[in-house]
């Protein structure tokens, strides 16, 4: 079984994307990169972003995720604000009792994109 | 084996099993996407011919199903399909001015009437064209297919140009054309779910007019759930309808109408406040609502943002952010 399937689909993906965009909606530590930003795409984005670290289908090439970001690298986005949006991602598989091994697996997914989300 | 797959005025060829998006993508067709698992959404379309597959559906907002969208990456032939890009096919309809009629000193309701039925569910909408082809946004504020006409609620801007037009130079009887229509703001209850469910709507100015169709459709519809309307403005003169809204509250015991203005006076027959905060407060215990949100792009933003932290799911909201014409 994929870790994503023992995740639970993309009924888990749906479940996850609310809970963890309000985690990140409501941290001053990076909700400023948010402001003016449509909430609707951005939630379409953040399910894209949850398929592809709990290791579903994705045609992930990286491209996307650098062009996204590299005005907010311009405005100051570093690898706290990773670590601090990797930390909600555990904190809401957490709460959708996620076992801590596979919180893991998704972290350290998360984590091989961090030079493509800081344009490095 | 292979089935027709129709597609912007070409049939191509698809074999069994072959997904849509894969397809045309083939054929050298431009199609938006980007994962091509179902996920993104960016490859939508509109299924205009056959029926979408469940899979081709997973994770779409209920009104996209109602308007039988599908995910092309997802959307595999088992029949003969026609797809479209969504909104691609609108065409113009011809439509007589049937009713002019002042609503308050800024809002008009325009009545339209079709030669030939123009399928549009009420909060969605579409284009009016006039005679000299300047072309504005409106929301569909009844039931056509009750009514018999189509009614739009059009704010005159000063020095705006389709007011000028409506003011000088509109009459009864008169043909414009319609195009459309769109938007995903509409009243839904989906197969496998009670019509109990509360709902809010909040709107500010012509706002009102989306809104408005849907109360009516909800109700229509025998959606048992409180259906709770805001209508917020300015100063009391900027409130519309009302008598007529107060009498549909009358009428259905789970509708209530909110009439709401910021600079007025405290026991008249409007409460006084922030239409924001009244809406933000109104629905912090209510998180399975459905919250309908129309009018100034800013203030329905803000208001999506504070309802969706405070629990609402992002699925069950639906807006249409009016722009201005450029």
């Known amino acids: 079984m994929t870790l994503y399937e023992k995740l639970g689909g993309e009924a888990a993906v749906s479940a996850a994307v609310d809970i963890f965009y309000r985690k990140v909606l409501t941290d001053d530590r990076v909700n400023g990169f948010f402001d003016d930003i449509d909430m609707d795409g951005q939630i379409a984005k953040q399910k894209a972003f949850l398929t592809m670290v709990f290791g579903g289908p994705n045609n992930y090439t990286g491209k996307n995720m650098r062009e996204a970001h590299a005005p907010l690298v311009e405005k100051g986005l570093s690898d706290l604000h990773v670590d601090v949006v990797i930390e909600h991602l555990g904190a809401t598989l957490k709460e959708l009792g996620v076992a801590d091994e596979d919180i893991a697996e998704v972290a350290s997914i998360a984590n091989s994109v961090r030079d493509d989300v800081l344009n490095r | ?326």
């Open chain 2, 1 to 326: 084996m292979s089935f027709n797959l129709a597609y912007d005025g070409e049939c191509y060829s698809i074999e069994d099993g072959a997904s849509v998006l894969d397809t045309l993508l083939d054929q050298g067709i431009e199609i938006p996407h980007s994962c091509k698992s179902g996920v993104c959404q960016s490859c939508m379309v509109e299924v205009v011919t056959g029926t979408p597959t469940e899979a081709s559906q997973t994770g779409l907002k209920a009104t996209f199903k109602a308007l039988n969208y599908a995910l092309s990456c997802c959307l595999v032939a088992k029949e003969d399909l026609g797809v479209s890009l969504p909104n691609a096919e609108d065409s113009e309809v011809p439509v007589s001015i049937i009713k002019m009629e002042v609503l308050n000193h800024n809002v008009l309701r325009l009545c339209l009437k079709t030669k030939k039925q123009l399928d549009t569910i009420p909060g969605q909408y579409l284009s009016l064209i006039t005679s000299d082809s300047l072309a504005r946004s409106y929301s569909v504020a009844n039931i056509p297919e009750v009514d018999g006409y189509i009614e739009l609620h059009i704010r005159i801007i000063p020095n705006g140009r389709l007011g000028a037009w409506l003011l000088n130079d509109a009459r009864l009887w008169m043909e414009v054309k319609l195009r459309g229509p769109a938007g995903e703001c509409f009243y839904v209850c989906e197969k496998d779910e009670e019509n109990d469910f509360p709902m809010v709507l909040a709107g500010t100015s012509t706002g009102l007019a989306p809104l408005y169709g849907i109360v009516r459709d909800a109700l229509a519809q025998g959606h048992k759930g409180s259906i709770d309307l805001f209508h917020g403005a300015l100063q009391p003169e900027d409130l519309y309808l009302v008598d007529e809204l107060y009498d549909l509250s009358q009428q259905h015991k789970n509708f209530s109408y909110i009439p709401c203005v910021m600079k007025g006076n405290d026991g008249d027959f409007y409460t006084c406040g922030d239409i924001q905060e009244l809406v933000a407060k109104h629905v912090v215990n209510k998180k399975d609502a459905r919250l309908y949100l129309c009018g100034a792009p800013d203030l329905v933003n803000a208001m999506k943002k504070t309802a969706f932290l405070s629990g609402i799911a992002s699925k069950h909201i639906f807006n249409d952010a009016f722009l201005p014409s450029k």
